[in-house]
């Protein structure tokens, strides 16, 4: 077979996951410099969210080749994902931490690192396009899940944290809607959108423009997004502050790495799951936690050095444990 395919794509990785480090890199120097400031990051994290996720979810989608036994692989994704944050959410409840610290903990946990910045690079470089594919198809569930779960949670909690919620309170359904409705008419749920038109697309048989893959416009808005998404994380870093919150960062490693894979492993199993497609989900299952609870912990007024140092904690453990384990595991 021709490798000149292979080499290229394995560059792009390397490139991306260059950014990713350069980008954090840049953003806390910048900041230490004086030359950048931490009150910048909500601005510039919503307006990666619009500006490039949104159009990376429409085209992605889009080009996707849909087949009819691969919707399992979204489903396994999102029940997992969601049944991880409500253990988190109860284990955070049963403790009774502070409403900023608990979404963090509950969300972060079910949360994971499975698109291009992580979760598909990985998927290429085991299973090569085939991989790459399922990963796509897996995260054809993310806007959904991120936008109508994670979202109005993180809303909920931040304006708990805040003490902005309606005295007296209505009734649980009229606020859940309510918040549910504040989501969805959030400018930054343009990705949900975004994916469904791509979507529409897709099934009406409409043929994307060949240009966009001639001139690299998925890949240059992946590299804009990166510089600005990871960027916005380095501007909030305090590396002091740090250190403080190292236990229940550990917690949510502990569900990232432990009962998502597991759980992952018995809803897989139960859809009738196998072979690379069972392989797929369940790496993705047990990647570290994804840079959109960051971003939410800035967006909506929570705990940022908790998201922080739990971000910072898994990827660490990830890159010098968990993935080198798989690796070898799956080859």
Known sequence: MPTEPMSTEHARIIVFLS???AAGVAGYVLKRLGWAKREWAPRLMSAAIIGFDAPI???AVWHLAIRADVWKVPVAGAAVAIATNLVGLGVARARRMAPANAALFGLQGGMGNVGYTLGGALCFALWGMQGLALEQMFCVMWPFYAFLFCFPIARHYGERAAGAQQDPRPSPLRYAAGVLAR???????LPL???AAGLALNLRGVVPPEAIRRWGVIDALMVAGIFLQFGSVGLTVEARR???FWRPA???AAL????????MVGAALGLGLAGMPLYVCVLLAAMPTALYSVLMANLFGLNRDLANTTFLLT???SFAVIIPALVAWLW
Do not use: E, N, Q, W
């Open 19 to 21: 950014c990713i480090v």
């Open 57 to 59: 979810a429409l085209l």
């Open 183 to 189: 989501s969805l008419t959030d400018l930054r749920s």
């Open 193 to 195: 959108y975004m994916v």
């Open 242 to 244: 740090l250190p403080r």
């Open 250 to 252: 550990l917690g949510t």
């Open 256 to 263: 990232k790495f432990l009962a998502s894979p597991l759980l």
């Open 315 to 317: 990827h660490i453990l």
